[in-house]
């Protein structure tokens, strides 16, 4: 028979390590890695690629310059960008996109080479009843 | 009667071909030189002629003809335009950059509204590569291989590396496949301290 103390001391380890482990998994759950990238070629669109993915470690950083989208109590974050494509892409553009562009021209010949990166930022996601706030963290 | 009238007509004739007949010359540059020669009868001849150019006027049957030459026109100086002074970013005061970048749809596009939109991407991107080189500039390089007195292969390299941010798409057109987007964006001295 288990005395009063030991399982007080059980339960306590037990509380404990709830309220440590909880607070992590939401805040990490609140943050996403995205990252966005785009080539042209000869003024021809390639290899358009938006990878999101949860954030496994907790992010540093202030949020700033804040997306909201609308959604309805949806909280797949894919299918809500995926939904409003266009607006979540202009707003990467917005916060700033990598330009790395090459062109040559051998014999006269002409081909050029733009490259568009959005390097994997992390973004801090708070999930509401009708809409999506997005903000990078920097 | 018929001497008459074959006088009359004699005599109208020549007093036809007497009659001064005023002849103008048209030189490829025309310039208002005005040549007065002195014929038999009095003959005031307009004829324009190139500057710096001779005029020999010959007429065995009358005196020297007097050549009256225009004076010289004062070599004219061309208005020199002023030079297109570059814009310089100075403390408290900011630029506005706009650009019109160029794109267009892939062949194998399933419809219009798709190929409006991969379109309208590039030439975003190509907007953006356009303010990357107005601010940042272009590395170039060039190479020519000579072989023979011959140019076997010429090659020119350039690239652009840049991050930019805050531009924005001021207005989008897309006719006959092609799409274009102007892009403005503001730089202030302060971004670059």
Known sequence: MRSRDGNKNFSFSISVGLLL??????????????????????????NETLSISKAMQKCQGNAYNPLILETRDDKNLKKIISAQNEKFIDYMHKLGLNVEHKESTINFQYTSITILTLKTTCFKVDFNDNFVKISPLK | MKYSLVLLALFSAASLSAAPQPMVVTAAEPVPTIVQAEALAPVTQEVAVPANSTINVSCPNCPQAEVVRAPEAAPQVAPVAPEPQEDVLEQNSNILISVVGQGVAPMNTSSPAQAYALAKRAAVADAYRLVAEKIKGVRVDGQDLIKNMMVKRSTVRTSVQAMVRNANIVETTFKEGLCEVEMEIKISHSQFQ
């Open chain 1, 21 to 46: 482990l909880l607070p992590s998994l939401v805040l990490s759950a609140s943050e996403y890695l995205i990252s966005y990238r785009y080539l042209v070629k000869d003024a021809t669109l390639y």
